[in-house]
């Protein structure tokens, strides 16, 4: 028996879309290990249900004719399930040898490249240098933070909109970061399409201004604690993921190109928890991490650093599109969660996101609360604040924050 006899469907990227005037799902592999997509009509999106691994293709077309009154013949969905083991869309020895493949490559490599250099950011170190000043040129003053700072949230977003926040922020903090013995990033995984996932790396994150060498020591006694097969699942996300890379290379800039032991932690989405198909608390990976994480941080000063965006509202995100008046509750409802997030309370900013602002898509939502709960007794003072449009028609944002933490 093979992969194909009982095809299961991995956790693929499922966009919405049309094609030729005709509405599609866009299926692509998550870990982006092949370019190949395939356009399914979403007529047949109930093709894609039946292939969960219980189903031989006798029983999928019998499936699809009783139960979607769908008649194709057998070659045809033949066909069809090649191509989606082809485009790495299905679980088996075709997907495995492709991934195992990206994953030596990865691990052989001597640093991970940068993802966004030439695209989000220019590639040249020098232009890439004016740039971040130039930013940081525009800032006039900023909040008085002490130099013992130990954490701070800051965007994602790409520099174009979010420069001025960043700037703001980390001119904020340079001193803290300029201290640092070890830094510790918690970004968002946009690609990962489990929950609740811990991601580490032993891979040396790199920018056009330097390598940040990866603590190899600390990554292998949490991935002994958590077991290598938990930690080490979905490393190969860390390759396009760009929400570390994009304050890696802030970090490098304010520490004027001196290295220091960096932590980049992938954090999962924490929808699960939101919906109560599961409890926080019964996660233990999550303390044995926390509990590592802070003993760590009494032996050598620490930064930690929560890589997220705020909100994102509106077309763009599958929303209604955002009016005067939505502009304005989006302000409010922002304000009410930097006002949690200041707290430093991680218990009080899961709450409010469990109560329902996790609807309003903070993509940030599990690094802010990995960094509020490392940092264990904090506070946040607000550095910055944007709105930043996602659609050229003004009805679609994504909100933005700075914060410090003492």
Excluded at 85 to 90: I, M, T
Excluded at 235 to 255: A, F, K, T
Aim: aromatic residues 8%.
């Amino acid at each position: 028996m093979t992969h194909l006899d009982k095809p299961k469907i991995r956790n693929v990227t499922a966009q919405r879309t049309t094609y030729q005037g005709e509405p599609v799902f866009l299926l692509q592999d998550r870990l982006k290990l092949t370019e190949a997509a395939i356009v399914l009509p979403q007529v047949l999106g109930p093709l894609v249900m039946l292939c969960d691994g219980n189903n031989t293709l006798p029983e999928i077309k019998a499936a699809l004719e009783v139960r979607y009154g769908l008649r194709l013949p057998q070659e045809t969905l033949e066909g069809m399930l090649a191509q989606f083991d082809q485009a790495l869309l299905l679980e088996g020895g075709t997907f495995e040898h492709f991934k195992q493949q990206a994953i030596a490559e990865y691990r052989a490599a001597p640093f991970r490249q940068p993802t966004l250099a030439g695209l989000s950011y220019p590639a040249d170190p020098e232009a890439l240098r004016r740039m971040l000043q130039d930013y940081l040129d525009e800032v006039r003053e900023v909040p008085a933070v002490s130099p013992d700072s130990r954490g701070i949230i800051s965007p994602h977003i790409d520099y174009q909109r979010g420069g001025p926040v960043y700037a703001q922020l980390w001119a904020s903090a340079a001193e803290a970061v300029r201290q640092a013995e070890l830094v510790i990033i918690f970004g968002t995984d946009h690609n990962g399409g489990n929950l609740g996932t811990i991601n580490l790396t032993c891979q040396n994150y790199s920018s056009p201004l330097g390598v940040m060498p990866t603590d190899q020591d600390l990554v292998a006694r949490l991935a002994a604690a958590l077991g290598p097969q938990t930690v080490f699942a979905d490393e190969l996300l860390h390759r396009d993921e760009w929400s570390i890379e994009l304050v890696l290379v802030w970090l490098q800039y304010m520490r004027d190109g001196k290295p220091c032991p960096v932590l980049p932690i992938l954090s999962g989405s924490f929808l699960h928890f939101m919906m109560g198909q599961a409890k926080l608390e019964e996660e233990t990976n999550f303390s044995i991490l926390l509990d590592l994480l802070r003993e760590e941080m009494t032996k050598r000063r620490t930064l930690v650093v929560a890589s997220g965006d705020l909100a994102h509202l509106g077309p763009a995100f599958d929303g209604p599109p955002l009016d005067a008046a939505a502009q304005a509750q989006m302000k409010v409802d922002d304000k009410v969660l930097i006002d949690t997030l200041a707290q430093g309370s991680a218990s009080a900013f899961f709450e409010l996101m469990q109560a329902g602002q996790y609807e309003r898509n903070v993509c940030g939502l599990s690094p802010f609360y990995f960094t509020l709960s490392a940092l264990s007794h904090t506070q946040g003072q607000t550095i910055a604040y944007d709105r930043c449009p996602a659609d050229n028609r003004n009805t679609s944002f994504v909100s933005i924050c700075g914060m410090v933490l003492e």
